[in-house]
């Protein structure tokens, strides 16, 4: 079976300071990820996904996440983040071709002023 | 666009009730999925359908029926209410499996008294 983890609850950080939200996931077979993010009030929007080819990719707002095989880990991180960037970060993996999409517990970033 | 629409976005229900949870996509796409989120769980799986006319069960089904007898529409059942069944529920969507991205509606809120 599939499982994700993302190894913290809670990640406070001040303001232009880096970050890293940390996702290991388990699997037989070969997945795709990826990084949702979700504001208070709201649904959750995709911020970035790994498919195939470079291991490291992007999102337009600055974060990255690079995907490595032998830790199977997709650890998302940011060089300076915003107040704006306060929200809840899940990662998630989708196995082949099956259809389903399993989420992590979830990561709350409080940035700080 | 409206994307994936759910209704009600709030509903408190009695122990022992039942009610239908309605999700809607415009986008003509195959994968439709219910998730609950409770705090610090992240998003659990509880139905989810490749196609018209199929579905299969999540991680957590139990206390859920689901049907998809049209591409657009994918509601979730809920027989004989129970507080365990308070939740933020999420329908989504995605056109492919694997490799594609999932669109959210804005959640509906239950609680079960």
């Known amino acids: 079976a599939q499982s994700v983890t993302q190894l913290d609850s809670q990640v406070p950080v001040f303001e232009e300071a880096p970050v890293e939200l940390r996702c290991n996931y388990s699997?037989?077979?070969?997945?795709?990820l990826f990084w949702y993010v979700q504001y208070p009030n709201q649904g959750l929007q995709l911020l970035l996904k790994?498919?195939?080819?470079?291991?490291l990719v992007e999102s337009i707002n600055g974060f990255e996440a690079e995907f490595n095989k032998s830790q199977t880990s997709f650890h998302l991180r940011k060089p300076s983040v915003h107040i704006s960037d306060t929200a809840e970060y899940f990662c998630?993996?989708?196995?082949?071709?099956?259809?389903?999409?399993?989420f992590g517990q979830g990561t709350t970033l409080q940035v700080k002023p | 666009n409206a994307g994936v629409t759910q209704t009600p976005k709030f509903r408190i229900l009695k122990i022992g009730q039942s009610m239908t949870l309605q999700c809607t996509q415009d986008?003509?796409?195959?994968?439709m999925y219910w998730y609950r989120q409770d705090p610090g769980m992240g998003l659990k799986l509880i139905y989810y359908s490749v196609g018209a006319g199929i579905t299969d069960k999540g991680e957590v089904p139990n206390g859920y029926n689901v049907s998809r007898s049209t591409t657009e529409d994918f509601p979730l059942r809920l027989e004989l209410a129970a507080p365990s069944q308070t939740s933020v529920y999420f329908c989504a969507s995605r056109g492919r499996a694997g490799t594609g991205e999932l669109f959210f509606g804005e959640g509906s809120r239950l609680t079960v008294l």
């Open positions: 986008m003509n796409h195959n994968y």
């Open positions: 790994y498919l195939s080819g470079s291991t």
């Open positions: 699997s037989s077979v070969s997945v795709y």
């Open positions: 998630a993996v989708s196995p082949g071709n099956t259809g389903k999409l399993i």
